[in-house]
């Protein structure tokens, strides 16, 4: 049976008595862009799930901080909040909570910690799903409750509770929102989109065998022409059947005389291997993690790799540690007093160079006494 494109030139085009000018309809492969909505469950699809340097980047951050040990500083190590940290709940230890907490807020940008106490004594605490987890402001816009839905139920957290806060609500971040925060994923959202877009568009030209678009041709006569009606079938029936990264490259069935000319540019030229490179190197950014820890091109070498190594717990993991920690403290000390919550740098291999540093440029320092000398290296007075 004839396709659409010989229906129309049969049915546009008589038969041919004289030669006259090809009549070429052109299909240049235009289309909207396609966005992943802003939000949570969407971005860890699209994202965590489905893109590999999301997915390094999220697993980098969160792994590296929550390996760095909490310490109480002027506090021995049998403290009760430290206990309750390293074995907070009976399914998990403390590196693999605080790992998820992590993982939330890069890919959420909130994390939720529910405590469970005994006689107002916090006994174990659990993370809670960002995206199950809705906050209720009061009259004056602070939250008084948070509600947490799941399995078509909805569990209320009141916070006018005395001791310590049944919710703990962490987040990044957000110049735009009262209550919620800013995910680096939401941030990177574009070019994460136009990551997974290549990597969709590439496959496609594999599975298709690449072919560039280009016009349609077909030998007319005087006075052929397609109406208004045919030309907007034809139309419709190429950007249906061979327009989107799923039809990339997928070819033709041509009859009726018509001919293809190539027009556009092939993937060499377009280069999707260089715009993935920036797309993933903006990915890389927006998480805070250098390009060269996800493997990505760049200066290969011991020494950059060692320094960006340093850059990426000073500037990425530390901070996010103590922001993490200070809340933990505060959060507790209803239950436990005051107490300041830091990480343990001293566990950091990657800083042990500027350790050395600092202690010899410490030790030769003569005019301090070895008290003094003990606390600027954040050792506190020998026992």
């Known amino acids: 049976m004839p396709n659409l494109f010989t229906r129309l030139a049969r049915a546009a085009f008589p038969v041919p008595e004289t030669k006259a000018a090809p009549l070429a309809v052109q299909f240049y492969g235009e289309g909207r862009a396609v966005w992943t909505p802003r939000e949570g469950s969407a971005l860890a699809r699209e994202g965590f799930q489905r893109n590999a340097v999301v997915h390094r980047a999220v697993r980098l951050v969160a792994e590296a901080a929550a390996s760095l040990p909490l310490v109480l500083a002027d506090a021995g190590h049998e403290h009760p909040l430290l206990q309750l940290l390293a074995r907070p709940n009976p399914r998990e230890g403390g590196a693999r909570l605080l790992e998820s907490v992590y993982g939330h807020l890069m890919v959420s940008g909130n994390a939720y910690l529910a405590v469970e106490s005994l006689d107002g004594t916090p006994r174990e605490f659990h993370v809670l799903r960002p995206d199950r987890m809705r906050v209720v402001p009061g009259p004056d816009g602070w939250p008084v409750a948070y509600a947490y839905t799941v399995g078509g139920r909805t569990l209320r957290y009141d916070l006018d509770q005395a001791g310590v806060a049944p919710i703990l609500h962490l987040t990044l971040f957000h110049p735009g929102d009262d209550h919620y925060g800013l995910a680096p994923m939401e941030a990177a959202a574009t070019a994460l989109d136009i990551h997974n877009a290549a990597s969709a568009w590439n496959?496609?030209?594999?599975?298709?065998?690449?072919?560039?678009?280009?016009?349609?041709?077909?030998?007319?006569?005087?006075?052929?022409?397609?109406?208004?009606?045919?030309?907007?079938?034809?139309?419709?029936?190429l950007e249906a059947n061979y327009q989107g990264a799923g039809n990339a490259g997928r070819?033709?069935?041509?009859?009726?005389?018509?001919?293809?000319?190539?027009?556009?540019?092939?993937?060499?030229?377009?280069?999707?291997?260089?715009?993935?490179?920036?797309?993933?190197?903006?990915?890389?950014?927006?998480?805070?993690?250098?390009?060269?820890?996800?493997?990505?091109?760049?200066?290969?070498?011991?020494?950059?790799?060692?320094?960006?190594?340093?850059?990426?717990?000073?500037?990425?993991?530390?901070?996010?540690?103590?922001?993490?920690?200070?809340?933990?403290?505060?959060?507790?000390?209803?239950?436990?007093?005051?107490?300041?919550?830091?990480?343990?740098?001293?566990?950091?291999?990657?800083?042990?160079?500027?350790?050395?540093?600092?202690?010899?440029?410490?030790?030769?320092?003569?005019?301090?006494?070895?008290?003094?000398?003990?606390?600027?290296?954040?050792?506190?007075?020998?026992?």
């Open 251 to 383: 070819p033709l069935l041509l009859e009726g005389g018509l001919d293809w000319k190539p027009l556009a540019l092939s993937p060499k030229d377009m280069d999707f291997v260089e715009a993935k490179s920036g797309a993933a190197r903006e990915i890389a950014l927006a998480f805070g993690v250098p390009p060269l820890l996800l493997g990505l091109p760049g200066d290969n070498t011991h020494a950059n790799y060692a320094e960006a190594n340093r850059a990426f717990y000073r500037q990425t993991v530390i901070p996010l540690v103590r922001r993490t920690a200070e809340s933990l403290a505060h959060w507790l000390e209803p239950a436990f007093g005051p107490a300041r919550l830091e990480p343990d740098l001293y566990a950091i291999e990657a800083l042990a160079p500027e350790r050395e540093s600092l202690w010899r440029r410490v030790g030769d320092a003569e005019f301090l006494s070895d008290t003094e000398k003990r606390a600027a290296v954040g050792y506190g007075a020998a026992g």
């Open 203 to 237: 496959k496609a030209l594999l599975d298709n065998a690449a072919r560039p678009s280009g016009a349609l041709v077909f030998a007319a006569q005087t006075g052929g022409t397609l109406s208004e009606a045919q030309f907007t079938r034809l139309k419709a029936e």
